[in-house]
């Protein structure tokens, strides 16, 4: 008796006849469905543990869809930052050129040469600068 286990025990309780008959007690074979089949007849929303668990799910549901927008969100903005940088440097070698430009034709030489291209009457002066000074 010994060697028994309670399992065992249990079965051969289940067998002594109470009133003469015996009372054998047939396991219930439970269907067994695929998870997809389980997922796509909507039992899945049933189950105990996604009913205990729906808040959790409907929160982690939400924060992936804010996760992802804010992504494209960054991303946009790094396109648009990439796009504004690429203009500024175009405008500023832009600016450059036009600077020396301007330098190179505001030279006095420079000047000289468009007035008498132009038949311009002015004409360098010869005589240095006379300075007037204001007597108090």
Request: proline share 2%.
């Amino acid at each position: 008796m010994e060697n028994i286990d309670n399992n065992t025990v249990a079965n051969i309780a289940e067998e002594t006849p109470t009133n003469g008959n015996i009372n054998i007690k047939k396991k219930k074979k439970k269907k067994k469905r695929g998870i997809l089949t389980h997922i796509m007849g909507g039992h899945i929303f049933l189950s105990d543990w996604f009913t205990k668990n729906a808040l959790l799910l409907v929160l982690i549901v939400v924060y992936s869809f804010v996760y992802v927008s804010n992504r494209y969100e960054y991303e946009r903005e790094l396109l648009k930052i990439s796009r504004l940088t690429k203009t500024r440097d175009k405008l500023r070698n832009n600016l450059l050129t036009l600077q020396s430009e301007f330098s190179y034709k505001s030279r006095q030489t420079e000047v000289e040469k468009m007035l008498n291209e132009k038949e311009s009457k002015l004409k360098s002066p010869t005589k240095p600068v006379y300075l007037i000074k204001k007597e108090d």
